[in-house]
């Protein structure tokens, strides 16, 4: 079970941190990942990270803007978004992929096997 949070409503140019903490003993075999979905749009990959937390994979709408890390003793995954746009309100989710590949494979919403319930992040102009 993956539980997100962080979301709420911020003026543009703001920050936020998203929080993902995982019920499960064995969170170390698993990449995770953020994917946002903004109304009307599908589901997008915005960052990834590999399960020890030293390989890391952005879209190229957010890079320069947002950092995932991960807290493995906390089974927690983060993501930090700075300077942010209206155009980045979505709900924000998190996911888990089991496996050691590098960061920049897990981009597709079908390697992911476990799902979090969302977060919502509005960014007012």
């Known amino acids: 079970q993956l539980q997100a949070s962080g979301g709420g409503l911020v003026q543009a140019g703001g920050s936020l941190r998203l929080s993902c903490t995982a019920s499960?003993?064995?969170?170390?075999?698993?990449?995770m990942g953020w994917f946002r979905q903004a109304p009307g749009r599908e589901r997008e990959f915005v960052a990834g990270?590999?399960?020890?937390?030293?390989?890391?994979n952005y879209a190229d709408s957010v890079k320069g803007r947002c950092t995932i890390s991960r807290d493995n003793a906390k089974n927690t995954v983060y993501l930090q978004v700075n300077s942010l746009k209206p155009e980045d309100t979505a709900v924000y989710s998190c996911?888990?992929?089991?496996?050691?590949?590098?960061?920049?494979?897990?981009?597709?919403?079908?390697?992911?096997?476990?799902w979090g319930q969302g977060t919502l992040v509005t960014v007012s102009s």
């Open positions: 990270v590999n399960w020890s937390g030293n390989d890391k």
């Open positions: 996911a888990a992929a089991w496996g050691a590949r590098s960061a920049a494979y897990y981009v597709t919403e079908g390697l992911y096997d476990y």
């Open positions: 499960t003993r064995t969170f170390t075999t698993y990449a």
